[in-house]
């Protein structure tokens, strides 16, 4: 009998210390004493607009989450990467042997995983969480179809790929590609795309870009130094988030750094935000995701649909959510244990 009415108050005081947390009176904050020590990090304005600022310390180190890029290629031999790399494929060469001569591949997959806090180049936005990149080389400057189609079933196909980046596109639909992500998205993965940057160039109308707009695909578009649309950005009813995209720092192959525009950065940029809420509860659903960027997301610029992803405040949700659920278990034990005295 002791020992129930013990445990009883233990019981007790967890609800009570989880349903503190859970009210978001425990705030993510980044200080001096724990901003990351990356030399160019200071230069990564966009990280400021999106949260990740706040949540250097408050993502899970543990959980491994693995992205996999499609694009061209990845250098693997780059520092700033070392320990955030996993097997992909060359679909182009037909080997496990990964390069990348257009270089584009790589600066994508450092917006999303270079090293925090590693003292070397850049950060990227899934921060010091355990994400690994899954490179698949579909192409150079030009991108072959039949290698897209090919490295998005084996994606799809794969258990520890969790989120998948497409940034790059066209005007034109394409149904072995629409057909490739509807079968990924129906094996639970996370489809993230560019909304792409040719916004408002074809006689005046925003078009549709692809793959973007296929459905289930979450589209991001490009937010700009001023804080607004920025103009090269796809801005119609397809895009479903925004992040930064204009001056964004970057790793370059050869263990370079420079500054890119583009709405492929901006996707990358919420590829590794979604690795974080992943990182934080591995049993999120990828309409979860979606749900806690969308409602969480800001109002921005001129009036537009879609809004700002905010990486802190949907890792608050998150956890408070979690917490909530936890307290209630909490309760429902100590109850069951009170029925028993």
Request: net charge negative; with cysteine.
């Amino acid at each position: 009998m002791k020992t129930i009415k013990k445990l009883i108050n233990v019981l007790v005081s967890a609800v009570f210390i989880i349903s503190f947390t859970s009210t978001g009176l425990v705030a993510y904050a980044a200080s001096n004493n724990n901003y990351p020590n990356d030399p160019n990090l200071g230069t990564s304005w966009q990280y400021a607009k999106v949260g990740v600022d706040n949540t250097w310390n408050a993502v899970n180190t543990k959980n491994e989450i693995v992205v996999a890029v499609l694009d061209t290629g990845l250098d693997v031999n780059l520092s700033d990467l070392e320990g955030r790399i996993t097997n992909g494929y060359d679909f182009i060469e037909n080997s496990s042997d990964m390069i990348d001569t257009a270089g584009h591949g790589t600066m994508v997959s450092s917006c999303i995983a270079a090293v925090a806090n590693n003292g070397i180049g850049i950060a990227g936005s899934a921060g010091t969480a355990n994400v690994k990149i899954a490179p698949y080389r579909i192409g150079d400057k030009k991108l072959d179809n039949d290698a897209i189609h090919a490295a998005l079933i084996d994606a799809a196909n794969r258990e520890d790929v969790r989120i998948i980046n497409l940034s790059f596109g066209s005007n034109e639909y394409n149904a072995s590609q629409a057909e490739a992500i509807a079968y990924a998205i129906s094996k639970g993965k996370i489809i993230i795309a560019c909304s792409g940057n040719h916004g408002a160039e074809v006689d005046g109308v925003d078009p549709y870009y692809y793959p973007a707009s296929y459905p289930g695909v979450i589209s991001v578009g490009a937010m700009d130094l001023k804080g607004e649309i920025a103009a090269f950005s796809q801005n119609n009813d397809a895009v479903d988030l925004y992040a930064p995209g204009e001056s964004i720092m970057v790793l370059l192959p050869d263990n370079r750094i420079g500054w890119q525009n583009g709405t492929s950065f901006s996707a990358a940029i919420v590829s590794g935000i979604c690795a974080d809420l992943l990182a934080q509860d591995p049993s999120l659903t990828a309409a979860d995701v979606e749900s806690l960027l969308r409602e969480t997301a800001v109002t921005f610029g001129e009036t537009n649909q879609a809004g700002l992803v905010q990486a802190d405040k949907a890792l608050e949700t998150l956890q408070s959510r979690m917490n909530l659920t936890y307290a209630q278990v909490y309760t429902s034990v100590a109850i069951n244990l009170l029925q028993m005295r």
